[in-house]
């Protein structure tokens, strides 16, 4: 047995090992409008809507240039909101901002921060909820039972943390006791996730469940409405799907969140 055949087995995937051929129907386009030359956009602002065809935001967007000026990865406080500004930094400026960040209430517990984790030259880009209490400890995501789920599925896939996929999260620190990252923690560490897309311009964004769909969707979203369409965020595909946890919860989901995967990855390829 090949060693994605087996992984699916393992993951009780291996029956849905197909690709969906057909495109689906026109999907709903959300444009995040690009925020990060202001203050860290509201989560709730809403977002214009039209089609997009499943294969058409694949193709990836032109480099923009970064300015060659210094980076001031701060967290500055204006007025009685912080607002953090690494429009300009590159990746090790950017995840020293991450590690020292007290821009929202989700520091002041947090053990270490979670920058994210993968390879900076990914295609894929798998975005999630924020860490719990192992990631917290280790500093990196998807370290523990959720992540062995999701590891199992970029296998199937054919990458892995560090080839081919870069992994991240709406909130960078740990909500205590692994509650739901309220609204405007998520906005307040949305800048971030902005510039972790900015310098890795993946063709293809997975959003896993519902705080990961509002980061980079900027609204709303439901997991079971959206899924099975794609999502424009700035010329970047984004697929929407359930998150890890939430299938170890609801295994019967699995098959659902594989399809989802596979619709992904037909979008990647152009299908
Ligand atoms: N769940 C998440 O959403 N992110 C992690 O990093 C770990 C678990
Ligand atoms: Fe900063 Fe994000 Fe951590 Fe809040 S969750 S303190 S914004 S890194």
């Not at 060693?3 to 709903?28: H, K, M």
Request: net charge positive; aromatic share 4%; hydrophobic share 40%.
């Amino acid at each position: 047995m090949n060693r994605r055949l087996s992984i699916l087995r393992e993951i009780g995937l291996a029956p849905l090992w197909r690709s969906r051929q057909s495109v689906p129907a026109p999907a709903p386009h959300v444009e995040a409008t690009s925020e990060h030359a202001k203050a860290p956009r509201s989560a709730g602002a809403s977002a214009p809507v039209g089609p997009m065809t499943a294969g058409n935001g694949a193709r990836r967007q032109a480099s923009t240039a970064l300015p060659a000026r210094p980076v001031a990865p701060a967290v500055v406080t204006a007025a009685d909101r912080p607002v953090i500004d690494v429009r300009n930094a590159g990746w090790d400026t950017l995840e020293q901002a991450i590690r020292s960040c007290t821009a929202c209430r989700l520091h002041e517990r947090r053990t270490l921060a979670v920058p994210g984790v993968g390879d900076r030259k990914a295609e894929w880009l798998f975005v999630g909820e924020g860490p719990g209490a192992e990631e917290d400890l280790r500093g990196e995501p998807f370290v523990g039972q959720a992540g062995k789920l999701l590891d199992a599925m970029l296998a199937a896939l054919g990458v892995a943390r560090g080839r081919g996929v870069y992994i991240a999260n709406s909130v960078k620190c740990r909500p205590p006791g692994n509650r739901t990252p309220e609204s405007d923690e998520i906005a307040c560490c949305q800048p971030y996730l902005e510039r972790q897309i900015e310098l890795l311009r993946p063709r293809i964004i997975v959003a896993l469940g519902r705080p990961a769909a509002q980061s980079l969707l900027g609204g709303e979203i439901k997991i079971a409405a959206a899924r099975g369409r794609t999502f424009d965020r700035q010329g970047i595909p984004v697929v929407v799907t359930y998150h890890p946890a939430y299938l170890l919860r609801n295994p019967s989901d699995k098959a659902k969140a594989w399809e989802d995967l596979c619709f992904a990855r037909d979008v990647l390829s152009g299908a």
